[in-house]
């Protein structure tokens, strides 16, 4: 599991790679924030294009910076989502709090 | 009825395991030729339920797991997730969904994702002594000429 990071105030992206689970969430929960608290960014982009598993560990993740932007009353996406995991988003009605957009699917 | 493979696996409950435990179990049921929507789903309910036993069940420790799977007639398995952890007091209230008891980034879905990704799971456990998970999952497969 890693993480490119960018961004500014306006938006910052999180482009996440690899498995995201209850070992690896803990780390990149930590390089996601403190990248988030020192932009206090108005928009967070997270990238799931080049993420290959998750299990429900990605969903803390998402609900867990979801309430830090919201002290800021930042806003939140959730893009190229592969279908395998849009599943598991629906589970946990994350559309009610976040932008989802899945993947093209590719033919 | 008497499975017609199998096989046994025991991992010690260290989060590092958790993505050895769900590739395994996936790649033992490869040979029913699942589509990889199945073998997501069986890899997602896999790791929610070795999470738990390594979360919740030896919290403070390193204990053991104790995973089994077995293929059946007409592409139907079982999974089986064993520990001797420090069981669930109230298993209705921790198959519902948000419910946690360790809050922060514990979603609270782990048996909510079991429930819906496989299609049957059955949960024993008993204060002191340890818990095991029933999934139960058909493989339908990928149609012969795909």
Not at chain 2, 123 to 136: A, I, Q
Request: with cysteine; charged share 25%; hydrophobic share 40%.
């Amino acid at each position: 599991m890693s993480a490119i990071i960018d961004g500014n105030s306006e938006r910052m992206t999180v482009w996440l790679d690899g498995e995201i689970d209850h070992h690896n969430a803990g780390g990149i929960r930590v390089r996601i924030d403190e990248t988030l608290i020192r932009l206090r960014p108005k928009l967070l982009s997270l990238d799931f294009s080049a993420v290959t598993f998750m299990d429900s560990s990605g969903i803390g993740l998402i609900m867990g910076r979801y309430k830090n932007i919201q002290s800021w009353s930042g806003k939140l996406e959730v893009i190229n989502v592969p279908r395998s995991m849009s599943k598991v988003m629906r589970l946990a009605g994350l559309e009610r709090i976040a932008t989802i957009r899945n993947m093209e699917e590719i033919k | 009825m008497k499975a017609t493979n199998e096989f046994r696996l025991t991992i010690d409950s260290r989060s590092v395991n958790e993505s050895f435990a769900r590739v395994a179990v996936s790649a033992f049921v490869a040979q029913l030729d699942p589509t990889i929507d199945e073998l997501g789903d069986i890899k997602t309910a896999v790791s929610e339920a070795v999470t738990n036993c390594i979360v919740h069940a030896y919290p403070d420790s390193v204990g053991k797991i104790y995973i089994w799977t077995g293929i059946y007639e007409n592409g139907k398995i079982k999974i089986k997730i064993k520990d001797r952890g420090c069981g669930i007091i109230d298993i209705r209230q921790a198959m519902e969904p948000l419910f946690s008891t360790l809050g922060g980034e514990r979603a609270g879905l782990g048996f909510a994702v079991m429930e819906s990704f496989t299609d049957k799971i059955r949960v024993y456990s008993k204060v002191g002594k340890g818990t095991t998970v029933c999934l139960e999952k058909t493989i339908t497969g990928r149609p012969a000429d795909d």
